[in-house]
């Protein structure tokens, strides 16, 4: 950003402020779009990243099949903003969320699908279905390495898609994985004996759902998948640099935040702190952020609302007052502090674009 | 929590479901009053931990003179809902800043003191002054060994208040202390030799504020003080347990989560992730809060809406579907992740309290 640029959004909006590039945004889209077709593959963008349908209407446009989100809040939505293709992946469980389910099936029009990765949830299903009043697709979430969520064999995949198509208003949709990164191959074993499996059953995964900004150059390279989802590459950040899939040049996302106090001449204190960049080491990286013109700036540590700058081993040290960009660790976690994202395209400010679904935790 | 009420937060409001038991609160509220008058200085609850007009008004019932604040958004809540008696713990800098701050001077009827700890900020206060039509109190945050905030010599400090003293609108109004624990002694000689150079230019400290909750023991101990701001003690958490002034019948927060997911036996998958628990590390605890009610399970690691739980020394693992409690790390980075606490007394759901200042990070 321009000092100029800069100088017009704290004025306007204050620091810190969380600023997106419209035309870096654009560029990501298209990038993943690409990505995605060139894999053969549809593209089904992550909206944990951004929360905002604004942004999900951009990379619907861009050719996006849908959108996949983590949260039920995220889900309601995007389906209020006429978003009509909708995986919910995560595992739905309990009298509220089937309650909220249920209400979204029947007051939507949306394709809404959802995953599951053990019986409990699954036996949930069945009443949001019956309250929506149409049949509830489902995938079985896989764990193909990363030990995250999801059944740890092909066979306790397949008893799962078998009990879902057992169960009254719940269909079988397919698998979804999330494969680490070099880990096509061995997600390829476990899709392979899964789907022999199902076939033996006479099911088929009408979705086989890939995920992950990190597996952007893997998009298409496990046999058999028909769809991929990426939340972070929208905006990039300092994880995905260190992952090697982005480059300075592709984060459309930094902090603006302002010097409020120098302390002694080796330190620096922001305005912005754990209450704006939060603690994610983005996997332990060095530091909360990258402060692209300071290089050696470090943000050592954080309070709530500042961010300890240590400059021992900056050369030109920002004075009091100064703006900075930060580019976080993680930028998923960042826009879910804020309501609004300031947007500027080509050097000037176009307004702001809300987080709609932030702080939608249930 | 009893498992009736759990089951019925859930029923009513989903997980992850931020939690407050009143009658803690109270006797939290109680205990910093009685710390407070026992020390023989004024009582100003630091704002940032709860962010709510609600909870500021059982404190100033409870005997409270103020509150303090470290942003202006938390201010222009507090002020609009009728808190006549704030203190602005933070170096308020720029434009936008200054802009509101002499409008909630001119708007408001409260009385507002700032703080600044370096020429730049204080330079930039008398336009809000002007603006708000009266004059604006400024007290010096001194850093008396924690390396935050604050002016780091006597001297400095009386540089810097001469320099308050003599700006048009402003009228220097005493000191801010954040002494480290154990660190009385320290900051009593910094305030003696920094209240001797004061005197030799004809000022005095009205306000001899400290700070913190891990100095609850030590309240009153630095001859002089008038004040202290204390924030997590309304709710404690697992940092205040680890630093010794809080037990775990003294928590008056946790979040209620659900095991979605068992993914292997020695594994489990809470619906609480970063986006709810946060990623504060408590300053080194180990694990991401505390389940008081399944000893041994360990919040080793985090997706944004996952909390991965390693139960391999948990004797009694929960199954999925189960309702959880989790003590936070750091409660004041969580409550600022939700839009309202659901607050329970004697046993039964009361109902919600909003908490306004979230998000407002400028």
């Known amino acids: 950003m321009a000092p100029a640029l800069r100088e017009e959004i704290a004025r306007r909006y204050g620091t810190p402020a969380v600023v997106i590039d419209l035309d870096r945004v654009a560029r990501n889209i298209a990038r993943l779009q690409a990505a995605c ?5 549809a593209n089904r963008p992550h909206v944990k990243t951004h929360k905002s349908p604004v942004l999900a209407r ?4 861009a050719g996006a099949r849908g959108v996949t989100c983590q ?6 939505v995007m389906a209020a903003a006429g978003i009509d293709d909708i995986l919910i992946s995560y595992n739905l469980l309990g009298p509220q969320a089937v309650g909220r389910l249920g209400r979204l099936l029947r007051e939507s029009a949306a394709r809404i699908t959802v995953a599951a990765d053990n019986p409990v949830t699954v036996a949930g299903l069945p009443e949001a279905a019956r309250a929506g009043g149409r049949t509830l697709d489902v995938v079985v979430e896989c764990d193909t390495g990363r030990r995250r969520a999801g059944v740890e064999t092909p066979g306790e995949a397949v008893a799962l898609a078998r009990d879902i198509a057992g169960r009254p208003g719940l269909a079988f949709a397919g698998l ?6 070099g880990g096509v191959a061995s997600a390829q074993r476990f899709l392979d004996e899964a789907q022999a499996g199902l076939a033996a059953h006479g099911l088929s995964a009408r979705i086989v759902s890939t995920g992950g900004t990190p597996n952007l150059p893997e998009i298409g390279q496990v046999r058999g ?3 991929h989802r990426a939340g972070t590459v929208i905006f990039n950040d300092r994880m995905m640099m260190a ?8 984060c459309a996302l930094a902090v603006l935040a302002r010097v409020v106090s120098r302390a002694a001449p080796e330190r620096g204190i922001l305005d912005a702190g754990s209450k704006t960049l939060t603690s994610d080491t983005g996997g332990g990286l060095d530091g909360f952020g990258l402060l692209p013109d300071h290089p050696g700036a470090r943000i050592a540590a954080f309070a709530e609302e500042h961010g300890f ?12 007052g100064t703006l900075v960009e930060v580019v976080p660790n993680h930028v998923c976690v960042v826009v879910n502090m804020v309501d609004a994202l300031v947007a500027v395209r080509d050097g000037a400010i176009v307004g702001t674009i809300p987080v709609e679904a932030r702080g939608m935790i249930a």
Chains 1, 2 share one sequence.
Do not use: N
């Open 71 to 76: 949260k039920l809040g995220e889900a309601e």
């Open 225 to 227: 998948a028909t769809e």
């Open 176 to 181: 979804l994985l999330y494969p680490p990164t």
């Open 58 to 61: 951009m990379q619907i446009e």
């Open 243 to 250: 992952a090697g899939v982005a480059t300075l040049q592709d």
């Open 309 to 320: 700058l240590d400059l021992s081993a900056c050369p030109e040290r920002p004075a009091v």
């Open 37 to 41: 077709e060139a894999g053969g593959v």
